[in-house]
Nanobody, 115 residues
Framework: QVQLVESGGGLVQPGGSLRLSCVASENIFSIYGMGWYRQGPGNEREVVATIAREGTASVEDSVKGRFSISRDNAKNTMYLQMNNLKPEDKAVYYC?????????WGQGTQVNVSS
């Protein structure tokens, strides 16, 4: 079973930056579509950014211009670069891998944005 492990969360002031990492236990990027999701307090989990098997990246409008998604195939690692963070970005951020009905989640990493 493939495992996903996120890291890089923490506390940052508004306007600050964080880079989240998601390490996959196997080389799956050519097989699975990958993505970052988040779940804020009292909210449902929502997609933040995705990167397809062939490498096409997409970022949701709510974070466009501030967040970017990328991956390093050699390191089996996906990244989420988050700039100009806002208090509303506070959430648990999850890494996701999906291939048809096969969906894998990481354990999540907490991001807090506060002065």
């Amino acid at each position: 079973q493939v495992q996903l492990v996120e890291s890089g969360g923490g506390l940052v002031q508004p306007g600050g930056s964080l880079r989240l990492s998601c390490v996959a236990s196997e080389n799956i990027f050519s097989i699975y579509g990958m993505g970052w999701y988040r779940q804020g307090p009292g909210n449902e989990r929502e997609v933040v950014a995705t990167i397809a098997r062939e490498g096409t990246a997409s970022v949701e409008d709510s974070v466009k211009g501030r967040f970017s998604i990328s991956r390093d195939n050699a390191k089996n690692t996906m990244y989420l670069q988050m700039n100009n963070l806002k208090p509303e970005d506070k959430a648990v951020y999850y890494c996701n891998a999906a291939k048809w009905a096969d969906i894998i989640w990481g354990q999540g990493t907490q991001v807090n944005v506060s002065s």
